[in-house]
T-cell receptor, first 112, second 115 residues
């Protein structure tokens, strides 16, 4: 059974810092991996999607990497801003299914 | 493109009543929609997979007679929480499979509070 773990559970940084969020998964037979952002009481915003054949994806200040063999992904946020404060969720799509399996998320707080 | 809406965004009901939540894909057709539930500080947990024109597939531990799912068209799926109890209070999020990137697009969620 696929399990997704995110570390740390919470993170507080001052504005301008570069930071890394970690995601690990137990079954490497995935179809893709996605990073989402969730603001309090809101739905999900897709940030980056990495196909199983890819190693990384970039969008603006965000860079996500995928190492399928070791079951790990990282989300790198450069020059963090207070507007980046949110919960970041990692989710994998197994090859066998169509539903996403989510981690519990990392809650990020960026202070000005 | 690829917008998914949910209605209502928030609902409060009395214990024992039923609540219907709608999930719509506004600008694309989705043969498959998913219903997730999220408790405070927990991850999203898949409840069921909804396929247009056929019965939904429920995850282990989810009561199909309590959480009724109807996917009557390619743009609408509904989740009805029957005889709701306080422990059903949660954040319910749907997603629709399709759109320009052929991936899941999520709705904004529905906050259910059962008194």
């Amino acid at each position: 059974k696929q399990e997704v773990t995110q570390i740390p559970a919470a993170l507080s940084v001052p504005e301008g810092e570069n930071l890394v969020l970690n995601c690990s998964f137990t079954d490497s037979a995935i179809y893709n991996l996605q990073w989402f952002r969730q603001d309090p009481g809101k739905g999900l915003t897709s940030l980056l999607l990495i196909q199983s054949s890819q190693r990384e994806q970039t969008s603006g200040r965000l860079n996500a990497s995928l190492d399928k063999s070791s079951g790990r992904s990282t989300l790198y946020i450069a020059a963090s801003q207070p507007g980046d404060s949110a919960t970041y969720l990692c989710a994998v799509l197994n090859q066998a299914g169509t539903a996403l399996i989510f981690g519990k998320g990392t809650t990020l707080s960026v202070s000005s | 493109g690829a917008v998914v809406s949910q209605h209502p965004s928030r609902v409060i009901c009395k214990s024992g009543t039923s609540v219907k939540i709608e999930c719509r894909s506004l600008d694309f057709q989705a043969t498959t929609m998913f219903w997730y539930r999220q408790f405070p500080k927990q991850s999203l947990m898949l409840m069921a997979t909804s396929n247009e024109g056929s019965k939904a597939t429920y995850e282990q531990g989810v009561e199909k007679d309590k959480f009724l799912i109807n996917h009557a068209s390619l743009t609408l799926s509904t989740l009805t929480v029957t005889s709701a109890h306080p422990e059903d209070s949660s954040f319910y999020i749907c997603s629709a499979l399709g759109g320009p990137q052929e991936t899941q697009y999520f709705g904004p969620g529905t906050r259910l509070l059962v008194l």
